[in-house]
């Protein structure tokens, strides 16, 4: 159960788009649509933000958009805002009906 | 509404079982679909999957620490628990619990998360 490749660190200004990657292998990301993504503010719990690869719970900003290719899954947050700064997290079913999550991305909104 | 809360000790010395209770609300584990899973976050590092129950008490446990974890639910009490044998510094953490089965694998909420210090 290794973890997933994350960026440590990425950075944006105010209204600009970034884009967080998440690396595994078949076994895992690239075996199943059962990507998620959680956004985590400091001495918060984490927080769904997309769930099987590309779709948005209710309530979160259409801002936020995933996608798949391969091993590599994808988070882009669009219109950068001050609130969006925070660590960012990748899950990923795998094949042993166990979940493993990526080793996280901190966004800085400059 | 969906609630989930997890207690136990906040300290705990090295070699001692360590038992956390996640207390729900909001639905049953009795549904067909529904789980519970243990995730822990040491200080300053990502998250790292623990251990699910299922409706049906199919349970599912972390490779690297499935000798030391076990997982189990009191469905009348709406309660899952969690014990983890052989308490090290490294399992210095916050655990939490959460809920998957609504929105496809996902972790869809999330309970506050319980600190849990080891050290003699």
């Known amino acids: 159960q290794s973890a997933l490749t994350q960026p440590a660190s990425v950075s944006g200004s105010p209204g600009q788009s970034i884009t967080i990657s998440c690396t595994g292998t078949?076994?895992?990301?690239?075996?199943?649509?059962?990507v998620s993504w959680y956004q985590q503010h400091p001495g918060k719990a984490p927080k769904l933000i997309i769930y099987?690869?590309?779709n948005r719970p209710s309530g979160v900003s259409n801002r936020f958009s995933g996608s798949k290719s391969g091993n590599t899954a994808s988070l882009t947050i669009s219109g950068l805002q001050a609130e969006d700064e925070a660590d960012y997290y990748c899950?990923?079913?795998?094949?042993?009906?166990?979940?493993?999550f990526g080793g996280g991305t901190n966004l800085a909104v400059l | 509404q969906v609630t989930l809360k997890e207690s136990g000790p906040a300290l705990v010395k090295p070699t001692q079982t360590l038992t956390l209770t996640c207390t729900f609300s909001?639905?049953?584990?009795?549904?067909?679909?529904?789980?519970v899973s243990w995730i822990r976050q040491p200080p300053g590092k990502a998250l790292e999957w623990l251990a699910r129950?299922?409706?049906?008490?199919?349970?599912f446990y972390r490779t690297s620490l499935e000798d030391r974890l076990t997982i189990s639910k009191d469905t009348s009490k709406n309660q899952v628990v969690l014990t983890m044998t052989n308490m090290d510094p490294v399992d210095t953490a916050t655990y939490y619990c959460?809920?998957?089965?609504?929105?496809?694998?996902?972790?869809?909420?999330w309970g506050q998360g319980t600190k849990v210090t080891v050290s003699s």
């Open positions: 959460a809920r998957t089965g609504v929105l496809g694998g996902a972790f869809d909420v």
């Open positions: 909001g639905f049953s584990l009795t549904t067909s679909g529904l789980r």
């Open positions: 129950i299922d409706w049906d008490d199919d349970k």
């Open positions: 078949s076994r895992d990301v690239g075996g199943y649509n059962y």
């Open positions: 099987d690869v590309s």
């Open positions: 899950s990923s079913y795998t094949g042993s009906s166990t979940v493993v």
